[in-house]
């Protein structure tokens, strides 16, 4: 049973970092594909980028690309670093597991976190 569950999220001024963890409680995320979206108020969920099971490839969106890194460790834990943060950038974050088709897509992913609360001040 996967169960994502993501921290790290908080307050913190533009140009500042987070870092966000989503480890998986039940501990069979090492197999899948991992990704982060996130979600302002009255927008859709956005995909932000994605890592595959063995960590060689990850993918990003062009607003994350440069500012946010994702990565995963050997055992079930996904990370999310977020340099030079905007307020723009402020949202709930989710992480999802095990994709099976486009990353990019909310639909294409099977679980899901209860997300974590960014938000960037000016």
């Known amino acids: 049973q996967v169960q994502l569950v993501e921290s790290g999220g908080g307050l913190v001024q533009a140009g500042g970092s987070l870092r966000l963890s989503c480890t998986d409680a039940g501990r069979t995320v090492g197999t899948y594909p991992m990704g982060w979206f996130r979600q302002a108020p009255g927008k859709e969920r956005e995909f932000l980028a994605a890592?595959?099971?063995?960590?060689?490839?990850t993918f990003y969106t062009d607003s994350a690309k440069g500012r946010f890194t994702i990565s995963r460790d050997n055992a079930d834990t996904v990370y999310l670093q977020m340099n030079s943060l905007k307020p723009e950038d402020t949202a709930v974050y989710y992480c999802?597991?095990?994709?099976?088709?486009?990353?990019?897509?909310?639909?294409?992913?099977?679980?899901w976190g209860q997300g974590t609360q960014v938000t960037v001040s000016s």
């Open positions: 999802a597991a095990d994709s099976d088709g486009d990353y990019t897509m909310p639909m294409s992913w099977q679980f």
């Open positions: 890592i595959t099971s063995s960590g060689s490839s």
